[in-house]
T-cell receptor, first 112, second 115 residues
């Protein structure tokens, strides 16, 4: 599995856009990039997944440059409730049954 | 929206006792997983399960652990003789045929405390 590197922590204020970048220099051709969110004492929650270019859903956007060696999770206009740990994972295109390998993630703290 | 559910939410047990953690995966999912997270540490993979057998297991998943899908809805994790170091949050997850690799849906977790 490709190793990922992301900042340990980030601080922001309500209403700001937050961009969390993840490095995955050894990403393989068949790897997707997936981001999860975890609140304290809760299970990780799938946020967004992409392979290349840009993906947007109702929660976030994911920007992936052409070389795919990094990706950026963009959270528009964060609120206090976006305070959580965000994990970047890289894994195969193949279907289910693949284990997820979580790193330490990025602790995002949103303040007033 | 369908969710993975887990029971109990909290479990306190004595060292050496057996515990069974229960999960109800999303109904049309076919792949099931258990993860654990010791307080302040990473989420760690324990085991994956498909077609009524274990697909993959980690080093953590030793002979003290077992999984079972006793009926069409439940998925259980049994720890035969609990140790202090088994204290953690245990998360069940599931995924379906249409989910790409990397997409799993997690339950709220069971907090296990071994005394």
């Amino acid at each position: 599995l490709a190793k990922t590197t992301q900042p340990i922590s980030m601080d922001s204020y309500e209403g700001q856009e937050v961009n969390i970048t993840c490095s995955h220099n050894n990403i393989a051709t068949n790897d997707y990039i997936t981001w999860y969110q975890q609140f304290p004492s809760q299970g990780p929650r799938f946020i967004i997944q992409g392979y290349k270019t840009k993906v947007t859903n109702e929660v976030a956007s994911l920007f992936i440059p052409a070389d795919r060696k990094s990706s950026t999770l963009s959270l528009p206009r964060v609120s206090l409730s976006d305070t959580a740990v965000y994990y970047c994972l890289v894994g195969g295109l193949t279907g289910g049954g693949n284990k997820l390998t979580f790193g330490t993630g990025t602790q995002l703290k949103v303040e007033l | 929206e369908p969710e993975v559910t887990q029971t109990p939410s909290h479990q306190v047990t004595q060292m050496g006792q057996e515990v069974i953690l229960r999960c109800v995966p999303i109904s049309n999912h076919l792949y099931f997983y258990w993860y654990r997270q010791i307080l302040g540490q990473k989420v760690e993979f324990l085991v994956s399960f498909y077609n009524n057998e274990i697909s993959e297991k980690s080093e953590i998943f030793d002979d003290q652990f077992s999984v079972e899908r006793p009926d069409g809805s439940n998925f259980t994790l049994k720890i035969r003789s609990t140790k202090l170091e088994d204290s953690a949050m245990y998360f069940c997850a599931s995924s379906g045929l249409r989910d790409r690799g990397g997409t799993q849906y997690f339950g709220p977790g069971t907090r296990l405390l071994v005394l």
